[in-house]
C-alpha cells in the first residue's frame, strides 16, 4: 500500500513528452516527481512550479486542521457524507452524483480507469495537464492528442473528428493547464452535442474560481447540461489552498457516478482533509477573497512582464505562461540554481515558462533572478 502510494504520487508531475528529461508518456513508471527532479536547489526553494496557493488554507480551513489531529488515529467515519452533502447542496445536485478524492487527481484516475482501457482512446489536448494521459497509457489505451488552436484553446472539430468510430474519453481541461486559457462555453456545449455517445466527457474546472471578467466562459456546474456522459472535476488544493490535505471531487449523473465507483479507493480522503475542505466550503470569503488577490497577483505580474517587454499569454488562472525567449528548459536550470522552482517543459511550447504566481516577496525574488539570465536572445 505504502509502495503504491508513492509511486502514485511519483507519476503525479509527469511532463509528457519531455524527452530530454523525463521518460515518454509509454513508461510514466519513472522513479522521480517534478520536484525530486529539480533537485539541486539549496534549501526552502521558492516553490512556483506546482500552481499551489501560496498563502495557504484559510483560517477556518487551518483551525479544522488543528482541532482535528485529535481525529487522526480513527478512519473518516461521517466525514465523507458530510462534505458530500454540502458540496452537492450547493451545486444542486443530488449526493448520489458527487465522489469526492484523493485530489482530484484520484477522480481523474477514475474516470480514466473506468471509460478507457484496450481498444478504447483518450482524445486530450496538447499542451495540457498530462496526469490523464499517463493514466490512460497505463491502461492500454489509445491516445489522440490535438494540439490548441492559435488562441489556446481546445480544437474541439479537431478532437470530433478524432473520435469518429472509436469508444473512449475526452478530457478538457478548462481554463487549460498550462496555458491558463478558455475554451468558449457555446463550443463545448455544441461539441457535447455532437460527439459520438460512445464516448464519455471529463471536464476539468481545478483554476474555475480564478476565471475573471470572461463572459465566454461558465461552468458546467454552475449551469449544467442534461448530459450523463459529462463528469465535471473539481479541487480543494489550487483556490482554498488544501493541496497537502488531498481533497477533490467530481460531479457526474447517478449512473455515472455509480459506473465510476469501483475505482474508488476506500478512505482515500482524510478526516483533516474532509473537515478542513468542509471549513473552506462554509467559509464565504475563501472564494472572492483568493480570486481577487489572485487577479491583482496577475496585475502585478503583466506589469513586470511588460516593463521587461516579455510576452505573456493572458491568464486565468493562477499561473502565467511567459514567453522566455530561450528553451525553457534553460531559464528551468538558471531559476534552480537561484534556489526558485518554476514550472516543468510543456512541448511544444519549448520557449514558454509556467510561472505558479506566489506572494509579492515571492515575486519579488523572481523577478530579480529573471534579471539574472545572460540578456543574449531576448525576444527584440
Ligand atoms: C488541471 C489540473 N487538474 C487536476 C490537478 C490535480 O490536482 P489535485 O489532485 O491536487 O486536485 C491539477 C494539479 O495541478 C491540475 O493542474
Known amino acids: 500500500m505504502a509502495i503504491a ?27 522521480g516527481n517534478w520536484r525530486t527532479l529539480q533537485a539541486g536547489s539549496t534549501g526552502n526553494p521558492i516553490l512556483l512550479d506546482s500552481n499551489e496557493n501560496a498563502y495557504g488554507p484559510s483560517p477556518q480551513a487551518y483551525a479544522a486542521l488543528e482541532g482535528s489531529a485529535s481525529a487522526a488515529n480513527r478512519y473518516p467515519k461521517h466525514e465523507y457524507e458530510d462534505l458530500v452533502e454540502a458540496i452537492a447542496a450547493r451545486h444542486g445536485v443530488k449526493p448520489e452524483q458527487v465522489t469526492l478524492g484523493c485530489g482530484s487527481s484520484e477522480n481523474l484516475r477514475m474516470a480514466v480507469g473506468t471509460f478507457l482501457g484496450p481498444g478504447k482512446t483518450l482524445i486530450y489536448a496538447t499542451p495540457t495537464f498530462e496526469f490523464v494521459a499517463h493514466r490512460a497509457a497505463d491502461t492500454g489505451a489509445q491516445l489522440a492528442a490535438v494540439p490548441l488552436t492559435k488562441d489556446y484553446a481546445h480544437d474541439l472539430d479537431g478532437m470530433l473528428a478524432r473520435a469518429s468510430g472509436g469508444v473512449g474519453l475526452v478530457y478538457v481541461c478548462n481554463p487549460n493547464n498550462p496555458t491558463a486559457t478558455l475554451t468558449p462555453r457555446q463550443d463545448l456545449e455544441a461539441f457535447l452535442e455532437k460527439l459520438p455517445a460512445s464516448y464519455y466527457v471529463l471536464m ?32 480543494f488544493s489550487k483556490i482554498y489552498g488544501l493541496a497537502g490535505a488531498r481533497i477533490g471531487y467530481s460531479v457526474a449523473a447517478a449512473e455515472t457516478t455509480r459506473s465510476m465507483a469501483p475505482q474508488k479507493m476506500m478512505f482515500a480522503v482524510s478526516v483533516l482533509g474532509a473537515r478542513a475542505a468542509l471549513a473552506a466550503w462554509n467559509d464565504a470569503d475563501a472564494v472572492p477573497k483568493g480570486a481577487g488577490r489572485n487577479a491583482a497577483d496577475r496585475r502585478e505580474f503583466y506589469k513586470q512582464a511588460k516593463s521587461r517587454s516579455l510576452e505573456v499569454i493572458e491568464s486565468q488562472t493562477n499561473f502565467v505562461m511567459l514567453q522566455a525567449g530561450r528553451p525553457a528548459q534553460e531559464v528551468i536550470e538558471h531559476f534552480r540554481a537561484n534556489n526558485v522552482m518554476i514550472g516543468r517543459p510543456f512541448p511544444p511550447m519549448t520557449d514558454y515558462v509556467r510561472i505558479s504566481l506566489g506572494t509579492p516577496t515571492d515575486m519579488q525574488e523572481f523577478w530579480r533572478v529573471w534579471d539574472l539570465l545572460p540578456a543574449k536572445n531576448l525576444p527584440a
Open 204 to 235: 476539468d474546472e481545478a483554476y474555475h474560481h480564478f476565471v475573471m471578467d470572461a463572459p465566454e466562459y461558465t461552468s458546467f456546474l454552475d449551469r449544467p447540461v442534461d448530459n450523463a456522459r459529462l463528469i465535471v472535476t473539481r479541487t
Open 5 to 31: 502510494r508513492r509511486q502514485f504520487f511519483q507519476q503525479m508531475f509527469t511532463g509528457l513528452g519531455v524527452a530530454a528529461t523525463l521518460p515518454s508518456i509509454a513508461s510514466s513508471a519513472w522513479p
